[in-house]
């Protein structure tokens, strides 16, 4: 009877549970929420001030006894609490209200590969502490690939690289199953890392997050082109303490990147290295699949085909992979199943 009554009121969910953003597909709708993975805790009382957008408006803007924090780190989950509280909200800003006390969705998460069995659990079990009647678990660069429409089904190499906030995942998949694969924490929040050493490095210059993220995004590259982009890095001089501008060009940028960016590509290489060599064959024929907002920085594409002779290209809508990818198991649960991490699922009825 309850299980019928959880049916009635609550909507299925496919989450794309990321280190920057956490996306919200809902069966029937699409995708209806993309906001920061963030929460903003009052520490004097333990409450949760923000979620989401509002909490990463409040990065390096709070007094002391506030701080903006992100419960996941590098794709895992570094805070329980926190994280079941963000997903109860995003759970519940799905339903409407009066259905919100019977809110007990399904919900398919993706999750990255290579993660250990504990970490595997405490988002299941976060999922569950917030309202989840069933949680099933795929792996990002799986869910990359159904997002994309890519015939995974089938007999067929496909290699995706999905380069997030926290992680970056690399994998070649055949007949529902992953063949070869990396897991780098090496992602978009490292760049910014990268970025700000830089700056604090080379200029002297201590910037922020958001200002290395900004510059990221807006002049950021790998691959040289004759046009010059360029960008004002503003923060604290570290001689001084006062405040100082300096204007940066995208070499600047790509000088900054390239420890990072030759990480990535080695692991490229090497599950490439690590696959079959009829699946080799279908991915030179099919080339290599790129998805993740990490991805997007310009030139990607050409340096990844400059170094391993593979044609490269981008889904359509890189960002939103993942969570589309969760939606297609969501509207076919029997026969994606096979898809989940683990193969002890007895998929529940409707």
């Given at each position: 009877m309850f299980s019928k009554l959880f049916g009635i009121f609550s909507k299925d969910l496919g989450i794309d549970l990321g280190t920057a953003n956490t996306l919200v597909y809902v069966r029937g709708e699409g995708i209806l929420i993309n906001e920061p993975s963030?929460?903003?805790?009052?520490?004097?009382?333990?409450?949760?001030?923000?979620?989401?957008?509002?909490a990463k408006k409040m990065i390096g803007r709070t007094p002391g006894h506030i701080i903006a924090m992100r419960p996941l780190v590098d794709g895992v989950i570094s805070d329980f609490e926190v994280t079941a509280e963000m997903l109860n909200y995003f759970i519940k800003k799905v339903h409407s209200a009066s259905a919100q006390f019977f809110a007990r969705p399904r919900v398919v998460i993706g999750i990255p590969s290579s993660i250990t069995e504990v970490e595997r659990r405490a988002v299941r079990d976060a999922a569950k502490n917030a309202g989840a009647r069933d949680v099933f678990l795929v792996e990002e660069p799986m869910a990359a690939a159904i997002g994309?429409?890519?015939?995974?089904?089938?007999?067929?190499?496909?290699?995706?690289?999905?380069?997030?906030?926290?992680?970056?995942d690399i994998a070649v998949i055949s007949l529902g199953g992953i063949v070869a694969s990396k897991n780098l924490r090496i992602a978009g929040?490292?760049?910014?890392?990268?970025?700000?050493?830089?700056?604090?490095?080379?200029?002297?210059?201590?910037?922020?997050?958001?200002?290395?993220?900004?510059?990221?995004?807006?002049?950021?590259?790998?691959?040289?082109?004759?046009?010059?982009?360029?960008?004002?890095?503003?923060?604290?001089?570290?001689v001084t303490g006062l405040p100082r501008e300096v204007l940066v060009t995208d070499s600047d940028v790509r000088v900054a990147l390239a420890k990072s960016m030759r990480a990535v590509v080695d692991a490229v290489k090497g599950v490439i290295e690590d696959t079959p060599p009829e699946l080799v064959s279908d991915i030179m024929h099919r080339g290599i699949l790129l998805v993740g907002g990490g991805s997007l920085i310009r030139g990607l594409d050409k340096l990844l085909e400059r170094e391993t002779k593979i044609s490269v290209a981008f889904a359509e809508d890189p960002l939103t992979a993942v969570v589309r990818g969760t939606g297609v198991i969501l509207e076919d649960l029997e026969s994606l199943s096979e898809v989940f991490i683990e193969d002890d699922y007895d998929l529940p009825p409707e």
């Open positions: 963030v929460v903003a805790i009052n520490q004097k009382t333990g409450q949760v001030v923000a979620i989401g957008n509002d994309a429409r890519l015939p995974i089904q089938e007999a067929i190499g496909s290699m995706v690289i999905d380069i997030g906030g926290g992680t970056t929040d490292k760049f910014n890392e990268d970025i700000a050493a830089y700056a604090r490095d080379e200029f002297k210059l201590l910037i922020g997050e958001r200002t290395a993220e900004d510059i990221k995004i807006s002049i950021g590259s790998v691959w040289k082109s004759n046009e010059v982009l360029e960008g004002a890095l503003r923060g604290r001089d570290l």
